[in-house]
């Protein structure tokens, strides 16, 4: 159902007309993940649980909180055309396009509390239980051996809202709103304007240029912000777009999200 | 009326008013006395609940956020347990219906509202499988300090003051009052006076803006029959498997040191299920 192969990591090599054409398509995609400094925890866990939440999770006893948040997308676009050739043998290569695509999403939560320290890091597993740590952030090994996210698993990787107004306003006090909603932020329910959009069978919500999945944290149902998944269809575009051209194809650029136009909407598309 | 027995009834109204106060008297006691009265109170109480292999209760839990804008949140949960490894649960109320299964390996979800199912890796015993949900899948659960294999532990704490406060009336039943204070939570529990078993609990969230409060009545516990089924996970056809989201695992502070070698090898912190 959640086939994350395809967008955690990615080796694209096609053959068409010329000998030698080689189309490498790879998208490294590095998320630096989060301890949760911010809890939706509003009460209701036992006493122990308490106990272990205010020890663990930070609860910010001395009153110092301390959160910076960037997230700086990087994209380089390097189209080489290289043509070699000599008496016997005739090598063209066209259309060497490298996209490196490279979403660095740092954020640093820093709670200073009697005997806990956040770490750039955070580590949680996919469904097998199989757990590797990177230093600056979160890589999960998952059920089929992917690193980002397991299959079923997930990484934690924001904080969670009771709804997308209530983001906006935590977001546009403490950071800023210009970013967007980053990548793995959780919104107890959808943005009321949201709809359903469906890439490869799975629904996803979508609302104002963000991609929301469903996910189970804190046993209840709660959405996540994803990446666009490739094939999704939209019928308007996103504020803030702009008009593109890569690898020969006209798209329109919101973000990281490269829109193509089709003839019912917009589809995402990943190159 | 005559004055004969109106004056009668002056004097047994007194004498009831008198025998209250009396009575009122007695149940204060000092503080010494009410913190040994409470915690013999309590270890009966986590004697008795750590002899039963199997049981079961239903609970009415109310989520209170004073003055908040969420309000108040009822559910209804249904809860069975076989030790030393299987809990099955329902829930009903302002939240939607769930429905959950342990059973020694894994935790599965279902949230009829969305018609969703999500499971994930639990530890082999409940004791870490109540620690694995609250710490691991942030899973909120009042009521898991009575299912340890020691309540008692689950509860106290070396800083925790409190003790017995008085004998209440829950629903019909008769129940021993305790009260307790720790840094991060108050908490009140009333075990019933015969069995000694948990009649009512709220736990008062000092750390959380607002003070939240959950109050948690039990309607009885029983000893069900059950089967290895009760603890099979039942997904209705059609519902969709969802991803299930773990918390950030905290790391000491002291392996927060130099890279390794090798950005792929393991590092110890993350708590891993075998």
């Known amino acids: 159902m959640f086939n994350h192969a395809t967008r955690g990591g990615r080796f694209v090599r096609r053959s068409r007309a010329f000998r030698g054409v080689a189309v490498t398509v790879s998208v490294l995609l590095a998320l630096s993940t989060v301890e949760l400094g911010a809890q939706r925890k509003s009460g209701g866990g036992s006493v122990k649980q308490s106990r272990s939440a205010s020890s663990n999770a930070g609860a910010n006893k001395s009153n110092n909180y301390n959160r910076s948040t960037n997230a700086t997308p990087n994209r380089n676009t390097n189209a080489n055309t290289n043509v070699n050739r000599n008496n016997n043998n005739t090598n063209v290569n066209v259309n060497n396009v490298n996209v490196n695509r490279n979403t660095n999403v740092n954020r640093n939560t820093n709670v200073n509390n009697a005997g806990y320290y956040g770490r750039p890091g955070a580590v949680v597993a996919g469904e097998e239980g199989a757990v590797a740590v990177g230093r600056r952030g979160a890589v999960a090994v998952g059920e089929e051996g992917f690193v980002g996210v397991g299959r079923y698993g997930g990484v934690v990787s924001g904080e969670v809202y009771d709804s997308y107004e209530g983001w906006k306003v935590a977001a546009g006090v403490a950071v800023g709103v210009a970013g967007g909603i980053a990548i793995g932020t959780m919104l107890a329910r959808p943005p009321a304007a949201s709809v359903t959009v469906v890439s490869s069978g799975t629904n996803y919500m979508y609302a104002e240029g963000a991609y929301y999945e469903q996910v189970m944290y804190g046993g209840e149902v709660t959405y996540r912000v994803v990446e666009a998944p490739p094939g999704v269809i939209i019928t308007t575009l996103p504020s803030g777009c702009n008009s593109t051209t890569v690898s020969g194809v006209a798209v329109s650029q919101c973000g990281n999200t490269y829109y193509q136009r089709v003839s019912n909407g917009y589809k995402v598309v990943v190159f | ?274």
């Open chain 2, 1 to 274: 009326m005559s004055p004969r027995l109106q004056h009668t009834l002056q004097l047994f109204i007194v004498v009831v008013v008198i025998a209250g106060a009396a009575c009122n008297r007695q149940q204060a006691l000092n503080p010494e006395a009410a913190s040994a009265k409470g915690d013999a109170l309590l270890r009966e109480m986590s004697k008795n609940m750590a002899a039963v292999q199997t049981f079961a209760y239903t609970v009415d839990e109310r989520r209170q956020i004073p003055g908040g804008t969420q309000g108040e949140k009822k559910m209804t949960r249904q809860v069975t347990v076989r030790r030393p490894n299987a809990l099955a649960f329902t829930g009903k109320g302002d939240r939607g219906e769930t429905a959950g299964w342990y059973d020694g390996k894994q935790l599965t979800l279902v949230s009829h509202r969305d018609k969703v199912w999500a499971r994930g890796p639990m530890p082999p015993t409940l004791d870490e499988a109540l620690d694995f949900l609250s710490d691991e899948y942030d899973v909120e659960m009042p009521t898991a300090d009575v299912l340890y294999s020691s309540p008692y532990d689950a509860f106290m704490t070396k800083d925790t003051t409190g003790g017995w406060v008085d004998t209440q009336k829950i629903g019909d039943r008769s129940c021993e009052h305790l009260a307790y204070r720790q840094p991060v939570v108050d908490w009140e529990i009333w075990l019933s006076t015969d069995r000694s078993l948990p009649c009512q609990l709220k736990v008062t969230y000092k750390q959380i803006p607002g003070t939240p409060s959950t109050l948690v009545t039990y309607h009885g516990i029983e000893n069900p029959q059950v089967t290895d089924d009760t603890f099979k996970p039942k997904v209705p056809d059609g519902y969709h498997r969802i991803k299930i989201i773990r918390r950030a695992t905290v790391i000491d502070p002291k392996l927060d040191e130099p890279a390794p070698a090798s950005a792929d090898a393991p590092t110890p912190g993350g708590k891993q299920i075998k």
